[in-house]
């Protein structure tokens, strides 16, 4: 049995101070997001995409597309509502199953936004946990990009004699250099607030270095990113204040106590985690409020069975996006399934990416092996 730490932690869980420090990053990233839309960068993620890989490769393309388009973007919603549409058109065009498509932009979208540095959920997990948002990108890309390739080797097989009936072009490959540089700075360990804000700069300057944008159109589009993230913001407060009682009323030591009779190692305590992420993502179909819910009660789980911060981030961010992504009551799967005009029930069996995910994440935690 793996020895148990009962210490109480001295680390708080979020404050005041955390809360308002992520509403200012939800902020910026809402920002960066939409100026970086408006000046094409989504487009010039898909052309050079689409352009790198042979022409019958529509499920590997629209994959990597999705991938790459929301780890720059941040967000699995805005990745779907911009990617479907093209994947539904390319489905019509090649005669290929239309629910099979869409579930292939929501698996990469759920890539995206489980590793971005921007997406709400690496922000909330990572600031529950108290750790570095490099520290938990690397602990989390040993699970997910396993779980990518798995996937594309399904699609290259899956998508064996579909050919094309686009032309994609490499485009204006100036449009990819704000993702690049939020996600260079990012990794490199900068300041998520700094890093947010040269991205808004840099998509700004080539904005107006290209003509697709002028400064009043500039400002109407972080206007439009910051309003777009007012339901989360508002959630996240009254959530932020629900779980705030809860601690102050003993509620969280309680259930984090009553866990620990349960869980007698760190490999029960990193599945309880899991499990508790994924049943409270089920219950709010929002896995940005799950992790917020689980956020402090992993964090005490943690600290007792000296399970680390990264790697617990790691857990929640992987397995909450795991559990968004094949609910039919979802965002996700509603948002994929009104652009495609189908079932969100018909999605479903073609979400390869979210069940690899899921198992990847399991057999990864049983299998571990915790360092000395």
């Known amino acids: 049995m793996e020895e148990q730490r009962t210490t109480t932690p001295p680390r708080k869980t979020e404050d005041n101070g955390g809360i308002m420090l992520m509403l200012v990053i939800f902020i910026l990233a809402g920002a960066f997001s939409s100026i970086a839309q408006e000046m094409g ?36 919603c805005g990745t779907i509502a911009a990617l479907t ?11 290929t199953n239309v629910p099979m498509v869409t579930a292939v932009v929501v698996g990469g979208s759920l890539f995206g936004d489980n590793l971005s540095f921007i997406s709400d959920t690496t922000i909330m997990a990572t600031k529950t946990q108290g750790c570095r948002m490099s520290d938990k ?80 159109s500039i400002w109407e589009s972080m206007k439009k990113g910051i309003l777009g993230m007012h339901d989360l913001i508002i959630v996240t407060i009254i959530a932020a204040v629900i779980i705030d009682q809860l601690r102050k009323r003993g509620v969280i030591d309680w259930v984090t ?70 609910i039919p009551w979802g965002a996700q799967l509603l948002i994929a399934a009104g652009l495609a005009s189908i079932n969100p029930l018909d999605i479903i069996p073609y979400l390869y990416y979210p069940y690899i995910l899921g198992t990847i994440t399991i057999i990864n935690i049983i299998f571990h092996k915790k360092n000395k």
């Open 41 to 76: 960068c989504v487009d010039s993620m898909v052309n050079l995409t689409l352009a790198l890989l042979p022409g019958d490769f529509i499920l590997v393309g629209m994959f990597v597309a999705a991938c790459i388009v929301s780890i720059s973007i941040g967000t699995s």
């Open 257 to 326: 106590m009553n866990l620990g009779r349960i869980v007698s190692s760190n490999r029960g305590a990193e599945l309880s985690i899991a499990g508790a992420v994924v049943a409270v993502d089920m219950l709010t179909a929002n896995n940005t409020i799950a992790i917020l819910a689980v956020g402090p009660v992993a964090r005490s789980i943690s600290y007792r069975y000296g399970i680390d911060a990264k790697r617990a981030a790691s857990i929640l961010d992987t397995m909450s996006c795991f559990a968004q992504g094949i």
């Open 137 to 216: 990108f690397k602990a989390n890309i040993l699970i997910a990009l396993p779980a990518a390739l798995l996937t594309l080797v399904s699609y290259i097989f899956l998508g064996y004699g579909i050919e094309s009936q686009t032309e994609p072009n490499i485009g204006n490959l100036l449009g990819i250099l704000p993702y690049l540089t939020v996600f260079g700075l990012a990794l490199g360990g900068m300041n998520v607030i700094w890093v947010l804000i040269t991205g808004i700069l840099t998509a700004s300057i080539i904005g107006l270095y290209s003509g697709s944008m002028d400064m009043t």
């Open 85 to 95: 549409p093209i994947a539904v058109g390319l489905a019509t065009a090649t005669s």
